[in-house]
C-alpha cells in the first residue's frame, strides 16, 4: 500500500491540530477561572480548527499519525504556556 502523503496536507493537520490542542488546553483554563464568555470563545475556535484536521486525514488514515503529532505539540506548548503565567492568589 503506498503512502502518497502530500506534505502540504501533513502540515496543515500538525498545525491545525497543534492549534486545536492549544485551543482546548486554553478551554479549560477558562472553565476552571470561571471565565464564561472566554471558555465559550475557546470552544468554539476548538471545533473550527477540528474540522480541518477531521476532514483532511479521513481522505488518508495515514494523517491521524500527524494530527496525533500536532495534538501533542499543542497541548504541550499550550501547557508550558500557561505555566509561566503568574498565578493569582486565593
Known amino acids: 500500500m503506498p503512502f502518497n502523503i502530500d506534505p502540504w496536507i501533513a502540515l496543515g493537520v500538525v498545525l491545525a491540530t497543534a492549534t486545536t490542542d492549544a485551543a482546548y488546553v ?11 464568555i472566554r471558555a465559550a470563545n475557546w470552544s ?6 477540528s474540522a480541518f484536521a477531521v476532514i483532511s486525514y479521513t481522505e ?4 491521524v499519525i500527524f494530527a496525533a503529532l500536532g495534538s501533542w505539540i499543542g497541548a504541550f506548548l499550550s501547557v508550558s504556556w500557561l505555566s509561566r503565567a503568574p498565578r493569582a492568589r486565593v
Open 26 to 36: 486554553f478551554f479549560n483554563a477558562a472553565v476552571v477561572a470561571r471565565h464564561r
Open 44 to 49: 468554539g475556535i476548538w471545533y473550527l480548527l
Open 60 to 63: 488518508h488514515a495515514i494523517y
